[in-house]
């Protein structure tokens, strides 16, 4: 763990974390508790939304799908009540379309799934982007873009497989085994 990792945990934050997955929420809340976070979970963006109005966060971890909810509906919610939270968004299902809707709705960082702890607090102590990131000449692929695409359209369907199916032009049966076969 590094200093800028330790103080953070060590001034007794509040965290906010939203994850519909309840083994994964009770593990962050417990590593996090363990590093001094004062942390409360939600389920759900109601959840969340209600913890949100009544107290504010220092930082937040927002899962990217909440069951048939977007995570984006979160992100968005929460930075417009508290600019001042940092809002990292994981996943699953990482995308180029869905990190830019992300940081555009208010995220500070977007990290795919697994990360663990000192992952995410390293983000939430990240608070300028890093110049010196090597700009890859990589090509990207057909089955890359094929995922970019479909996720882009996830979210802009609201994370609705029957219509984004619709939208692509596939069955809903096909675009599911699709998603299921890519997770990250």
């Known amino acids: 763990m590094t200093d800028t990792q330790s103080e953070i945990g060590a001034t007794g934050a509040s965290l906010l974390i939203v994850e519909d997955d309840p083994t994964f929420a009770r593990t962050l809340r417990r590593s996090f508790e363990r590093r001094g976070y004062h942390v409360a979970s939600a389920g759900s963006p109601e959840e969340a939304e209600a913890l949100f109005l009544a107290q504010e966060f220092e930082y937040a971890v927002v899962d990217l799908k909440l069951g048939a909810a977007s995570g984006l509906t979160v992100v968005e919610a929460l930075h417009a009540h508290a600019p001042q939270t940092r809002i990292i968004v994981l996943t699953g299902y990482a995308s180029i379309a869905t990190a830019v809707e992300a940081i555009k709705l208010g ?7 697994p990360s663990n702890t000192d992952d995410i607090e390293a983000a939430f102590a990240s608070l300028r982007g890093d110049a010196s990131v090597p700009v890859e000449g990589r090509k990207t692929s057909i089955k890359t873009l094929e995922w970019e695409y479909i996720h882009q359209t996830l979210v802009e369907c609201e994370f609705n497989i029957s219509e984004t199916a ?13 998603l299921e076969k890519r997770q990250v």
């Open 107 to 113: 995220a500070s960082h977007y990290l795919a799934k």
């Open 166 to 178: 619709r939208r692509l032009g596939l069955h809903r049966r096909t675009l599911a085994r699709k």
